[in-house]
């Protein structure tokens, strides 16, 4: 079962161009998660989805980033017009359905996007 | 009140001692308490969770003291060995099934470690 698969591992922008970040869930999970990791900083929470829903976006910044987790294909970040300020590790984060009890499951992350504005 | 914060930022130890990081919390409603493990380019790993019904959870050389009162936890590396050098993040949820922010995890600002041979 391979594992959260993100691309591009890393990924070159200039200021004010387009940067598209790419997650692929686990097998069999509904649920994904982005986080953002600044240098010498924690994770901070981004946007929740599940499958053609946005369940929580309350830590993306209101102008120039946006999400989706569409039917089929992978879940996208995007971010337009790159600052350099939007310099950061991108994390991706899945997780299964929840249980029939509707307990909880454990977020399992991929390797994340570094992204560079130059 | 959704912040976590993390103690020390960074921390040595010797092959062979026990390492022990220190997370505070605000918000009573988290009630899932997970450590990740992030080596340098690449994802965090989870390591060990805890729920606030136990006070200490242990799994092989890692374990997590949970005092629910101070809203404090600790993990505690025993034995510590030079693979273990690493960054450690606490981390909060809440998961309980009503309403639509559980799941989310909220980061402490991590704990560099070092081990010594």
């Known amino acids: 079962n391979a594992g959260v698969m993100q691309n591009p591992r890393h990924l070159v922008r200039r200021r004010g161009q387009e940067a598209r970040l790419r997650c692929s869930p686990m097998?069999?999970?509904?649920?994904v998660y982005w986080y953002r990791q600044l240098p010498e900083e924690g994770l901070k929470f981004m946007v929740y989805l599940q499958k053609e829903n946005i369940i929580d976006e309350s830590g993306m910044p209101k102008e120039r980033f946006s999400a989706e987790f569409p039917k089929e294909g992978p879940s996208i970040l995007r971010i337009q017009q790159v600052v350099r300020g939007d310099s950061a590790a991108y994390f991706c984060?899945?997780?299964?359905?929840?249980?029939?009890?509707?307990?909880?499951?454990?977020?399992?992350f991929g390797p994340g996007t570094r992204l560079t504005v130059l | 009140q959704q912040q976590v914060k993390q103690s020390p930022q960074s921390l040595i130890v010797q092959k062979g001692g026990i390492s022990i990081i220190n997370c505070a919390y605000e918000?009573?409603?988290?009630?899932?308490f997970p450590w990740y493990q992030q080596f340098p380019g690449k994802g965090p790993a989870l390591l060990i969770a805890i729920r606030p019904d136990v006070s200490e959870k242990k799994e092989g050389r890692f374990t997590i003291s949970f005092n629910k009162s101070a809203k404090q936890f600790s993990l505690h590396i025993m034995d510590s060995q030079p693979g273990d050098s690493a960054t450690y993040f606490c981390a909060a949820s809440r998961t309980n099934a009503g309403g639509t922010s559980y799941g989310k995890l909220t980061f402490g600002q991590g704990t560099i470690l070092t081990v010594h041979p």
């Open positions: 097998k069999g999970h509904s649920h």
């Open positions: 918000n009573t409603a988290f009630d899932y």
């Open positions: 984060a899945s997780s299964p359905s929840r249980g029939a009890r509707g307990e909880y499951n454990e977020q399992f």
